[in-house]
């Protein structure tokens, strides 16, 4: 089996050698056929260094960089656009999700898109402690998945998991996204749910890292894409409409 891995890089020096370190050597145990493609996102710290650094030392380790700040769906449509294998996973620098690794790559032999649903019964977060960002960022989240499914009557509960894998469309270079900052996770369930893929929701146990940069300005970032999910979520809806052929 040959699967890219795409993992987005922004601001993460406390723990990106560390986490890629991890990953290497939970995919060398596999025996698969692998490339992990990282995109550093303009960091302002000492990721791009760090990240250099790791590619005398890791074999099939492709870095991308972003001449600015683009967001993170830029980043998975770019690192998606240079992968080489048919397969691809997208999982979060700070591997929060870790643990689901195995089960990703095991049931994407047989769907066309796997995700984590942090939401299906059995997940469950390990060294939880409650924050008023966590809190937050959880209430957001869940208020835009209710709002999903209720505006395009689908059964996905959780579109914004941090871990995705799925079958590469021959198409994908020439569909034109709409989401450059956070969305794009989203963008891709939809066209997969249109085009009647095969979806597998999969029960996790997940993880967050202490050094993971959840802040304020994350929040408000997120407040400010809601423009770009409005307007997801009205040509999707339009699109839908008028043909359910999207991907090939």
């Given amino acids: 089996m040959n699967i890219s891995f795409v993992i987005p890089c922004y601001n993460c020096e406390g723990y990106i050698k560390k986490n890629i370190y991890k990953l290497y050597k939970k995919l060398k145990s596999l025996k698969i056929n692998y490339e992990i493609i990282l995109i550093d996102d303009r960091s302002t710290d000492k990721t791009l260094i760090y990240i ?121 270079s020439r569909i034109k996204f709409i989401s450059k900052r956070f969305f794009f996770d989203l963008e891709l369930i939809l066209l997969f749910s249109f085009s009647k893929k095969k979806i597998f929701s999969l029960q996790t146990i997940y993880s967050v890292d202490k050094n993971s940069n959840i802040n304020f300005s994350d929040l408000i970032k997120n407040f400010e894409t809601l423009k770009e999910l409005i307007k997801i979520c009205i040509n999707y809806k339009l699109m839908n409409e008028k043909t359910n052929n999207f991907l090939r």
């Fill in 52 to 172: 250099n650094n790791l590619k005398n030392e890791i074999p099939k380790l492709k870095i991308l960089k972003n001449i600015k700040n683009f967001g993170k769906s830029f980043s998975l449509i770019k690192g998606t656009r240079a992968s080489k294998y048919k397969r691809v996973i997208f999982i979060d620098c700070d591997l929060p999700y870790f643990k689901s690794i195995y089960s990703i790559i095991k049931y994407l032999k047989i769907n066309d898109m796997v995700i984590v649903n942090r939401r299906k019964r059995g997940s469950r977060m390990q060294n939880y402690k409650l924050n008023f960002y966590q809190l937050m960022r959880s209430l957001l989240g869940y208020s835009i998945n209710n709002f999903i499914r209720a505006w395009f009557n689908i059964t996905i509960r959780d579109t914004q998991a941090g871990l995705k894998g799925f079958v590469k469309p021959k198409n994908f």
